[in-house]
């Protein structure tokens, strides 16, 4: 484990406004003033149901998007400039896939600095208005914000406060993306910081902050230097606390893979990838946003059609490029217009090969099993 603190934002502002007292982004201001990086990277809110990406260097408009948005379900390693030095504010899968692409150099490491963010999940922003609108009556207009908070989901309305135990939402049909109730990773250890609220002491406006590499060291010295952030070390108690919520996390990550893959007949499982891959209408939506995906226009898969078989070799071939590489993100689940389970289905895969290689995408450099990463991105 790194070095462990409880940090926040010296001006009070940003302390106040922002998650988890502002550390992340008096951090971030901090990188851009002592030119550690020449922009940053970061999520815009439009209102509760939409977030964009954000690339500034503009310490007021980092400012107004201090605080965390659950439905916006991006993959910000997509976003990132080629050749420039950027702060990104990532989740355990946007770091995963950033140390995905870079293996297959689509983005060069040094030059990103990762500000991890600790993730329970993200919502989907339609099915999340149907949810304020079918299990609380609201108009989506009317919502001030959404929270997730020791197991409950809170809405603030403009008519006042609504919640529901997560479990009961999301045995409703609502909640977090099904990738996200599985993903088993909360805390980006892949990261150069992680930060979160797990091991805050109650009632502190501050983040728990995890100095992982040397990057995050200088990322932290930074905030120091220009006086943007205030600390204290993490006590014993503070790191138990983290990890035990780290755990049960995981524990609950893990129940919802087993639920949701007992749906599938293991004796039968060939039936299960038929029928559902069988759907495909060839869009090519699942490659385009898939982060880990470096070929491009000329990728062998997107010659391969159905041709008379009921799983098309794009599928096929699909699945044997990602098997080694699929960290799980959710984006090709998220744009499939007929709903097929691609996530579910290459993390069957993904894990089984974790299990077999002992090889886990996106947590370090070394080279995936099955393939060689060629200059250019192409494997
Ligand atoms: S896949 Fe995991 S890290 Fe990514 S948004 Fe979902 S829960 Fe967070
Ligand atoms: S296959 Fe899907 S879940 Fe896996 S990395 Fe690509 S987009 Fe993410
Ligand atoms: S997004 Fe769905 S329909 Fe489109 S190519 Fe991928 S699997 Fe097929």
Known sequence: M??????????????????????VTATLLAALKEGLVERV???????????????????????SCSSAHLAAPLNLSSYIPPG???????????ARAIIERSKRRQIDLEDIYMLGLNCGGTFMPVRTMEAVSD?????????LGFEVSKGKFFVEARSGTYTLP????????????????YCNINIPVMADLACGDAGV????????????????????EAGIKTSMIEFEEAGKEE??????????????????????????????????????LGRCIHCGSCKIVCPVCACKDDAKCLDMGREGYRISLYNLIRLFHLMDSCIGCGQCEDVCPVDIPLTMIHQRFER????????????EMSKPPLQEPEPGGKV
């Open 41 to 63: 990277l970061i999520v815009r809110r439009i209102d509760e149901f939409e977030g964009v990406p954000l690339l500034t260097d503009d310490p007021e408009e980092v400012k």
């Open 166 to 181: 997560m479990v009961e939402l999301e045995r409703m049909g609502y909640g977090r993306r099904d990738p996200c109730r």
């Open 84 to 94: 420039e030095r950027v702060a990104v504010t990532v989740k355990p899968c946007d």
């Open 2 to 23: 790194g070095k462990c603190y409880l940090a926040w934002a010296k001006d009070p502002e940003i302390r106040q406004k922002g998650g988890s007292g502002g550390f």
């Open 201 to 220: 002491p109650p009632g502190m406006r501050a983040t728990f902050v995890e100095i992982l590499t040397d990057k995050g060291d200088e990322l932290f």
């Open 239 to 276: 790191i138990e606390t983290r990890v035990r919520t780290d755990r049960r996390m995981s524990e609950d990550a893990d129940m919802w893979w087993d639920e949701l893959s007992s749906m599938i007949d293991e004796d039968d499982h060939l039936s299960y990838y038929i029928n559902e």
């Open 135 to 143: 299990l609380f009556g609201l108009d989506p207009g009317d919502v």
């Open 352 to 363: 089984r090969m974790e299990k077999e290689l002992g090889y886990r995408p996106g947590f």
